[in-house]
């Protein structure tokens, strides 16, 4: 008996190790059951941690079971989570997709069965089974990060822009570069900034709204795939190809923070690249040192506490049998997703304190220990 009993109890271990791969496997409370599963892309990026955090402390409040699982950058994890999640009889599932289109047989996995499927952050593209989108307004994060290069740009003409952007698998990615070119593109076409590192974008230069195909073929060649050591490495390539004329003092469009430090560091390695304006975004720990110390020149603040608890309140609304709130629509290839908006902020080091300090989103303390 004794020793069925623990047979028994090294099956139970052995099943939830294998059923929490790739996950926290965080209960915010017992119960019969799980009530919302929330999927994030990866642990390995601060980004999703701080979602964690907000989704963990608003759930537990709301009195709701639930688990947050990351998927660690594969999609096959991520269907496997979202089953898991099924199997545990999730009413609703908050899912920040690995890759947008990929994705999709997972959720049409939940639609099935009768669950309620909202997207977080990032759009799942070309299916039906997406009943909602929690987002912050990308395209608005692209404006001000080309905005932030155009008002902080060097005197004169010929200015080396080098561009760099998100992964061609992430729909935001496209939002963040379409934002970012609108406001830009008018710079390059006069002349003021000249395009360092991609020959699709220089074809495209004197063109303002891209189509589809033309963003795909500067991502092409600018992507980072949200990598680091890709942004570290990319950046080399092109610094190495570049000769002098290309570098002094030059403008970055760098897609978020973590690629921003790696590419920062890469430009701030070579001799003949005198000063660097670079672009970033999340507000990461990190970055705020990074801001700080003058080697990264701003990001864009995205409070995660605020799309969290949005979803959070369209779950509750499901749980209660009515329609959440929305205020705009996202059109995902086959259907126009009902979709709740949320601003962003700029952040430099002359309002970091105010912004991310003194709103309680981060402490001091916080901060200096990410240096
Ligand atoms: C998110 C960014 C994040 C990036 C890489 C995007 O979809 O909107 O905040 O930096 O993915 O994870």
């Known amino acids: 008996m004794k020793k069925f009993g623990s047979i028994l109890l090294s099956l139970v271990l052995a099943v939830s190790v294998l059923a929490g791969c790739g996950s926290t496997g965080q209960k915010a409370s017992s119960g019969s059951g799980t009530q919302v599963g929330i999927v994030l892309p990866t642990k390995d990026e ?3 941690l701080q979602d964690q955090k907000q989704f963990e402390t608003l759930l537990t409040e709301a009195g709701f079971t639930s688990e947050v699982l990351f998927s660690q ?7 496997t989570n979202v089953e898991s999640l099924i199997t545990s009889g999730i009413k609703v599932l908050v899912i920040c997709a690995q890759d947008a289109s990929a994705a999709g047989a997972a959720v049409e996995a939940a639609k099935d069965a009768g ?4 997207c977080y952050d990032r759009l799942i593209t070309g299916t039906d089974a997406v009943d909602y989108y929690v987002t912050f307004d990308s395209v608005a994060v692209g404006v001000a990060q080309g905005q932030y290069l155009i008002d902080n740009k060097p005197e004169g003409s010929g200015i080396p822009l080098y561009l760099y952007a998100g992964a061609a698998t992430d729909n935001n990615a496209f939002l963040f570069f379409e934002g970012a070119w609108s406001v830009l593109q008018p710079y390059i076409a006069d002349g003021t900034f000249v395009i360092a590192n991609s020959s699709e974008a220089v074809a495209l230069q004197d063109k303002n709204e891209l189509t589809y195909d033309e963003k ?8 980072t795939d949200w990598d680091f050591n890709t942004a570290k490495s990319k950046a080399e390539a092109h610094l ?20 921003s430090r790696a590419i920062a560091d890469a430009f701030a390695a070579d001799a003949d690249v005198s000063s660097y304006v670079i672009t970033g975004q999340d ?5 705020i040192n990074y801001i700080q110390a003058g080697k990264q020149s701003m990001t864009v603040f995205k409070n995660t506490s605020t799309l969290a608890a949005d979803s959070v309140a369209m779950a509750k609304s499901v749980l209660n049998g009515e329609t959440p ?3 705009t629509t996202y059109n995902n290839g086959n259907v126009d997703v009902p979709s709740k908006q949320t601003d962003v902020t ?8 105010s912004v991310l300090v003194d709103s309680g989103y981060y402490t001091q303390a916080d901060i200096d220990s990410a240096q």
């Open 46 to 48: 601060p980004r999703w």
């Open 73 to 79: 950058g594969s999609s096959a994890t991520e269907k």
């Open 115 to 118: 669950v309620t499927v909202i």
């Open 216 to 223: 795909s073929k500067i991502l092409g060649q600018v992507t």
């Open 240 to 259: 190495t190809a570049n000769d002098a004329s290309m570098k002094g003092d030059v403008l970055i469009l760098a897609p978020n923070d973590g690629t």
């Open 283 to 287: 507000a990461e720990l990190a970055s």
């Open 325 to 327: 709130k929305t205020d």
């Open 346 to 353: 700029v952040v430099t080091a002359d309002n970091y304190k």
